[in-house]
């Protein structure tokens, strides 16, 4: 597989940040706030929110060229010579995916998931350019913290429609406002408290539109999530827990995210590009997506 030069500089940027950040990622206490707390504050990870070591193999394979671990599952069945790389696409979902953790929905709901997997090309929310959503959006990119809340800054992921959402979380002990909680929003109504030096936040009030992560792994308006953040000397670890009885056969814990601080100075979150909405009436192949 031959790469062109922004994908080689892409990548080699992407080693960079790795090398630049895993040197910190090891310190060993975090510094506190004067309350006492754990300073959340700080830039995190990069696009994707991967951790760094699965970045640099991620990186390290595509450069010399490996197969992909995963076969495609996009080829038509009567497509000729159908490599994964004709795809060109990241089918790591429900037959062929990079993760092996995935959510357990009730036996009437598998044939819904398979449906929407294999027609992400027209299924997946994105591509109508609405958010990713919790908790498909991952791990803030960027946490501002003061003694009341938190506010994360979410990354905007370059050529897809995700937006550089945000989310302001109270942590001063307040409960779920009683009309938010019951409204239904891409990133819910949010609240957060300190059970010793983790942040927990519980979110309740979504919409159905989103999806939990690739694979046409959608959600009821009913679902909850937790989320668990903590700081490990310069890592940031990242747990969530999704419970929605009316569609999932238990909570799924999905895998915990590492991330590390950006120490750089002149990092910065770049901002959104403007949301490109296909043309969903013109697509004749689910071949590429």
């Known amino acids: 597989m031959r790469l062109g030069r922004h994908q080689l500089l892409a990548a ?6 790795a090398a630049a950040t895993a040197a910190s990622a090891q310190t060993a206490t975090p510094p506190r706030t004067a309350a006492g707390k754990p300073n959340l504050s700080g830039l995190w990870g990069g696009p994707g929110a991967q951790d760094i070591d699965d970045i640099k193999a991620g990186v390290a394979a595509t450069l010399s060229g490996a197969p992909d671990l995963f076969p495609s599952r996009r080829c038509s069945p009567v497509q000729i010579d159908c490599t994964p790389q004709t795809n060109q696409a990241l089918d790591q979902e429900f037959t062929g995916r990079a993760d092996a953790n995935r959510p357990i929905y009730k036996p009437e709901f598998w044939d819904k998931v398979q449906y929407l997997d294999m027609n992400t090309n027209k299924e997946d929310p994105l591509f109508a350019c609405q958010s990713y959503g919790l908790p498909r959006v991952g791990p803030p990119a960027r946490i ?5 809340d938190v506010v994360f800054l979410y990354w905007s ?4 429609t995700q937006p550089a959402d945000y989310r302001v979380i109270p942590t001063d002990g307040r409960e779920h406002d009683a009309l938010r909680a019951i409204d239904v929003t891409f990133y819910g109504d ?7 030096d983790t942040l927990v936040i519980d979110t309740v009030g979504f919409n159905d539109e989103t ?19 903590r ?3 310069n890592t940031l670890v990242y747990d969530v827990t999704v419970d929605d009885p009316q569609v999932l056969v238990e909570p799924w814990k999905m895998t915990t995210i590492r991330t590390p601080l950006i120490v750089n100075k002149n990092a910065y979150l770049p901002e959104a590009q403007p949301c490109k909405d296909y043309d969903l009436e013109n697509m004749t192949s689910q071949i590429r997506h």
């Not at 992921?157 to 897809?160: I, L, N, P, V, Y």
């Open 157 to 160: 992921f370059g050529a897809t």
């Open 211 to 229: 999806w939990l992560a690739r694979g046409g792994y959608f959600h009821s308006d009913q679902m909850r999530i937790t989320e668990r953040v």
């Open 190 to 196: 949010s609240v957060g408290k300190w059970e010793g």
């Open 144 to 148: 501002i913290q003061t003694d009341d």
């Open 12 to 17: 080699a940027a992407i080693l960079s940040l």
């Open 231 to 233: 700081r490990d000397g």
